[in-house]
């Protein structure tokens, strides 16, 4: 082979694999990813009927647990799960109704008031949206 | 006509004008009355600085911003400039030390009157002070005690829940400390001295200072405001229990409790400490380097073992835990992004809490069923975090790849270049 | 030659007469084929132009690409770089791709403003090729102000509020002009949208007028050689210069490939308003310069506000940079010009110092 030859296919062989090698992560790229869109404001917390009546689902909310609540007579509440005492997970209490953070006897209502304990502060709520068998949550405006 | 008006306008006018007049000067004495207060005034200009000092601080005292002044405790007239005038029948001077609970109860007791200013305010504490060691000790006639100006101030006393008080949460350790890390003050009653620097080193200590937590816990918590009092060894537990009621039931159903109560050994102390509660390691448990367990269990003994084994198991699951931590914190580091995984390892977290606490209850099978589930979030984090490592390592294949078809690319434009150049040439 | 090679040639040669018959440029591959680029031994520097331009459709692409994911809102533009690093397919290489390009083109600018000074191409005819590059450097710097809030993290945020208190400094105008900057009195969803807007249409517009102009006054004017030196070897601009050119490319791109695997670019907090202001925050490095200027600055010189002295110093600087065709009379004689070159040397080691100072003093 001609130096000429085996320098232009050297050429055009290269060029061709550099091309692949840039193309290829921009193709991948193009193509939709599995979560279709950035973390929305609202989040699917669960599906409608997935809480039986007086129970709770701790779901990830933004980067901190949040707490989806089906109360006894069957509204959803959800607030913020970091108790406002020293960051530990609060959990719901179905005998009492209420929220509960085993860390320093911390205790919440169905509206996030501190009831007893040394919480300062109320649990942050949530705001709710049910729509096509999701339960949706997101801050309030 | 015109004229009788224009005079009877002017009579009205001069009639009021006097009736004005008049009013004024009777009023003038009467409205010195509210601002004259010669207890003030005299002692204002005196010399001696003990004697001048209540003036400055009466100024923001908490008395004076209800309405009260001088007469209202002292007695007295602050309407004389007279001092024997000032100091009538009335006048009650300043009581002795033995005198000054009842001085302060003979208002602050007293129900009808102190609900003038506050319906709500307590009116026990000089019964429940009677009942303190303070109390005790001031009754047999120990004048060294501690009594109600010892602790609130004199003359500038200021509420409670004001943050300048000498009674504010976080002012109370020195407020006792004035006499309680006082050798020469308790060597008479052979109190130790070490409190008030045992708590500054505690858990609690820092969450009041350093946190500004103002639920965590200072000498008054546990001991008693007026009725104080080193609590009684049956209550220590009740007392701990008030914020930390989870372990509180796990000790109360552990096989500890009845031993604990037969032996008239004070349930939480006897591990924690009192005024140097540290936060509590697993160190602490049968084996550690600070084993508590060994100051009644022997090595060896099966309840050591049980223990030793309890501390093994938790010290697995912190590896355990470490491990996944450390493969995240590799992937991050080679820029991959972990918060998924992260926000699920808090679950695992929240599992080693829990255990911990559950180390109270002594009930090992408790403990190593909340592990179990811990284990499983951390091999779910551990697999996620592998899944990173595996993407940090594509990264870097990929960047090889590639490097290796541009640097190809760049030599076949090397040799191209040449091979133009000596054709320009020629 | 073989048939299949005779075959191949007549294709192209077909396919050239079809372009030609439409496009009429054969006047313009004429000039090409013809153009020569001067061989010497400053010659290297010519390549900073070149791959500024190559830097520059890097970003438009890696842009376009960001394009897709990203939303300019408060309450999703953080998010959607969260998205983009963690979720999409790559997304981490295109974003890091985008960031440090950003920075590393500002440095090629910098790096080919300053050799073509000191090298005097700016004397005309090439006055007008210098004055459209100035506007060019200012048209960058501001894709890079407008660019960095675009992730809406901490740094952004405050490092864009530090440097448009610096705009609201300048006399008569500066309240005003900060209000137009910022869509508003201070930095927020509104300043987002608008740097958006300054970022993907309005500069890229004005870049691709400025640039056309800049390009094409080079081609046509040719490089200039530096001041004393006539002869020189000669290489033809096509293909050899723009192999060479290509090559430089690619190098370059590999630095950015394995800079962006080995330190992608963090995503940060979520901007905070209501949080304070970090210490130590500051703009982006290349606007350092000025930063650490005015915090040195006295607060008064004579009876004047030091910090608007020092504003209106950078502009009048500014201004002097850009006349500099007009100024250095004897580099426009074809004279070597000193008083120029040490000007230009003060000034270059008067900004590498003050950048550095930022970094290695910051408590200025």
């Not at chain 2, 000067?25 to 001696?48: A, I, V, W, Y």
């Amino acid at each position: 082979m001609k130096r000429r030859t085996f320098v232009n296919l050297f050429l055009g062989g290269s060029l061709l694999g550099t091309a692949a090698s840039l193309l290829y992560p921009v193709v991948r790229y193009l193509i939709p990813p599995r979560q279709a869109e950035a973390a929305a404001k609202k989040i699917v917390a669960a599906k409608v009927g997935e809480l039986a009546p007086n129970s709770a689902k701790l779901f990830k909310f933004g980067s901190s647990p949040a707490l989806l609540i089906n109360t006894a007579d069957g509204q959803l509440r959800a607030f913020s799960a970091v108790c406002t005492h020293l960051t530990c997970t609060v959990s719901y209490e179905g005998d009492t109704g209420t929220m509960y953070c085993p860390c320093h006897n911390g205790r919440f209502d169905l509206a996030g008031n501190v009831i007893s304990g040394p919480p300062p502060r109320p649990l942050e709520a949530y705001e709710i949206e049910v729509a096509g068998g999701d339960i949706l949550v997101s801050k309030k405006a | 006509m015109k004229e009788n008006r224009e005079g009877s306008k002017k009579r009205t006018q001069s009639r009021l004008f006097s009736v004005f007049t008049l009013s004024l000067l009777l009023t003038l004495p009467f409205s010195l009355l509210g601002q004259k207060n010669s207890c003030l005034e005299c002692h204002r200009e005196l010399d001696e600085q003990s004697l001048r000092a209540p003036v400055d601080g009466f100024a923001t005292d908490v008395h004076r911003q209800f309405g009260l002044g001088c007469q209202d405790c002292h007695g007295g007239n602050p309407l004389q400039d007279d001092v024997e005038l000032a100091k009538d029948k009335s006048f009650r001077g300043a009581p002795g030390k033995a005198k000054v609970p009842e001085f302060c109860g003979s208002c602050h007791s007293n129900s009808e009157y102190m609900r003038r200013f506050n319906p709500n305010v307590r009116v026990d504490q000089l019964q429940t002070y009677w009942t303190s060691k303070h109390g005790e000790l001031l009754r047999k006639g120990d004048t060294n005690v501690a009594v109600c100006t010892d602790c609130h101030g004199v003359h500038g006393i200021q509420a409670s829940n004001f943050p300048k008080s000498s009674t504010f949460a976080w002012n109370i350790p020195e407020t006792c400390g004035r006499c309680h890390s006082n050798q020469e003050v308790m060597k008479t009653y052979g109190i130790p001295v070490n409190q008030v620097s045992d708590y500054k080193q505690s858990v609690h200590a820092t969450a009041l200072f350093d946190k500004k937590d103002l639920s965590a816990p200072v000498c008054n918590d546990c001991h008693g405001n007026h009725g104080a009092a080193p609590p009684q060894v049956a209550s220590i537990a009740f007392v701990c229990r008030q914020c930390h009621p989870s372990a509180g039931d796990l000790f109360t159903q552990s096989p500890h409790k009845a031993v604990f109560d037969e032996l008239g050994i004070s349930e939480c102390e006897a591990c924690h400490g009192n005024h140097k509660i540290l936060a509590p390691t697993d160190e602490m448990l049968a084996g550690g380097s600070n084993d508590v367990c060994s100051q009644c269990h022997d090595a060896g003994t099966k309840p050591h073992e049980t223990g030793v084994e309890m501390k093994r198991k938790l010290s697995d699951y912190v590896s355990a835990f470490q491990s996944a931590e450390d493969v995240l914190a590799s992937a991050e580091k080679q820029g991959v992004e972990v918060s998924e995984p992260r926000f699920k390892l808090q679950e695992a977290s929240t599992a080693l809490i829990l255990v911990r606490n559950l180390t109270h209850g002594l009930a090992l099978a408790d403990m190593e069923a909340k592990l179990a589930e811990g284990d499983k979030v951390i091999s779910e984090v551990k697999t996620l975090g592998g899944a990173a490592l595996k993407e940090a390592r594509f990264r870097k294949t990929g960047l090889v790849i590639a490097t290796v078809f541009i640097f190809l690319l760049a030599l076949a434009l090397y040799f191209k270049i040449r091979e133009l150049q000596s054709k320009e040439k020629s | 030659m073989s048939r299949r090679k005779l075959r191949m040639s007549q294709l192209i040669r077909n396919v050239v007469a079809y372009l030609e018959s439409r496009f009429l440029f054969s006047a313009l591959l004429e000039f090409g084929k013809k153009k020569k680029v001067p061989e010497h031994k400053y010659s290297f520097w010519y390549y900073f132009g070149g791959l500024c331009l190559f830097l520059f459709g890097v970003q438009v692409i890696t842009g376009i690409l960001l394009l897709l994911y990203y939303t300019p809102s408060v309450d999703a533009a953080h998010e959607s770089i969260l998205f983009i690093m963690s979720q999409v397919k790559f997304g981490w290489l295109i974003r890091s791709v985008h960031s440090w390009t950003a920075n590393i083109l500002v440095g090629a600018i910098f790096i080919h403003m300053f050799s073509t000074f000191f090298l005097k191409a700016y004397r005309p005819p090439r006055d007008l090729t210098w004055i459209s590059g100035f506007f060019l450097l200012v048209l960058f710097l501001a894709f890079g102000f407008s660019g960095y809030l675009l992730p809406w993290n901490e740094l952004s945020f405050f490092a864009t509020r530090v440097g448009t208190d610096i705009a609201g400094v300048v006399p008569f105008i500066g309240k005003a002009l900060k209000t137009f900057i910022l869509g508003g009195p201070e930095v927020s969803g509104a300043t987002l949208s608008r740097f958006f807007w300054l970022h993907v249409a309005v500069l890229p517009a004005f870049a691709l007028v400025l640039l056309g102009i800049h390009i094409f006054l080079v081609q046509v004017l040719g490089m200039s050689k530096p001041i004393g030196i006539s002869k020189t070897k000669e290489i033809s601009f096509f293909p050899t210069f723009i192999l060479k050119d290509a090559l430089v490319w690619l190098l370059v791109l590999t630095a950015i490939g394995v800079i962006c695997v080995f330190l992608p670019w963090e995503i940060g907090q979520k901007a905070d308003p209501f949080a304070s202001t970090p210490i130590g925050i500051k703009p982006e490095w290349y606007f350092t310069f000025m930063f650490t200027t005015l915090k040195i600055v006295p607060a008064h010189i004579f009876s004047l506000e030091g910090e608007v002295l020092a504003i209106l110093g950078f502009m009048l600087g500014g201004l002097l940079w850009m006349l500099v065709p007009y100024l250095d009379r004897r580099a426009g004689r074809e004279m070597k010009s000193p008083a120029f070159s040490i000007a230009g040397a003060i000034i270059l080691l008067y900004i590498i110092v003050m950048t550095a100072l930022t970094y290695l003093a910051p408590r200025i």
